[in-house]
């Protein structure tokens, strides 16, 4: 029972590690861009916009938080079931939605609030599951087989 | 015709590609500890591992899927549809991973589905 709890607990610290990487990573890489401006299809606007990208501290961070998102969503799901992890991420679009409020002060449409509300309540549907309803590998033997 | 076998793409490429992922991890086994050097060690080895190698091009072909259609439809059109993929990912692992997908989870599964189309359309 107790380890049950313990399970539970590393499983959701973990997905809102993952969701809060993804939410900056993405936040990040976007306020890159804007720096930027649109992009255009040809070679020299590409040249100057991979150039930037190279060089823009802002999508390096972001970069950085989207390869923390990318191991963050690895290492829960080597114990997680994939059917809890996945729809519990999707809390990312919530929390997306509440920055776009709460930082860049955007207005946000009633469908959108709808789609927030019935997110947060799947979410916690799903948490209210066993993160995990399939056995592990045992660490060991697969060390030796990689 | 074109769109439709392109959401094919994007919806069982970004799956499917978890789910190997999500296999491959699994098949490595969890770390031990929450320590930096523990974790880089498990992600080495997760990325070393088969299923993560066929997971890579699987999420590569969503991804590129994702651009082309952008480049079609608008985005109110293409993510709301995407958003079956919580669906089809809830099947592919009931079926392919062997998942215990019991009814509250597939009420969470289809009302996160419904809400991240409605934040997309919205």
């Given at each position: 029972m107790a380890s049950e709890k313990r399970l539970r607990i590393k499983t959701l610290i973990m997905v809102l590690a993952m969701v809060v990487c993804a939410v900056t990573g993405d936040l990040l890489l976007k306020r890159g861009m804007s720096e930027l401006g649109a992009v255009h299809f040809t070679a020299s606007a590409l040249a100057q916009a991979l150039l930037h990208m190279a060089t823009s501290a802002t999508i390096w961070l972001g970069i950085l938080f989207l390869v923390g998102f990318m191991a963050t969503q690895m290492t829960v799901m080597s114990w997680a079931d994939y059917s809890y992890v996945m729809p519990a991420g999707a809390f990312g679009y919530a929390l997306q939605t509440f920055l776009a409020v709460v930082v860049l002060h955007e207005v946000v449409s009633t469908k959108r609030w709808i789609g927030v509300f019935l997110i947060c309540i799947g979410v916690v549907l799903v948490g209210?599951?066993?993160?995990?309803?399939t056995e592990c590998a045992v660490r060991e033997k697969a060390v030796a087989s990689c | 015709m074109l769109t439709v076998l392109l959401l094919f793409v994007l919806i069982c490429g970004s799956t499917g590609g978890e789910i190997a992922i999500s296999h491959g991890a699994k098949k490595t086994g969890e770390p031990k500890r929450m320590r930096p050097r523990e974790l880089l060690l498990f992600i080495g080895q997760v990325m070393c591992n088969g299923w993560f190698l066929l997971g890579i091009p699987l999420m590569a072909a969503s991804f590129f899927a994702l651009l082309i259609l952008f480049s079609w439809h608008p985005l109110s059109f293409v993510i709301p549809i995407s958003a079956l993929s919580y669906v089809v990912g809830a099947l592919g692992a009931k079926y392919l991973l062997k998942e215990e997908v019991n009814t509250a989870r597939w009420a969470g599964v289809i009302l996160v589905c419904a809400g991240v189309a409605l934040v997309a359309a919205g």
């Open positions: 209210q599951t066993k993160p995990r309803s | -």
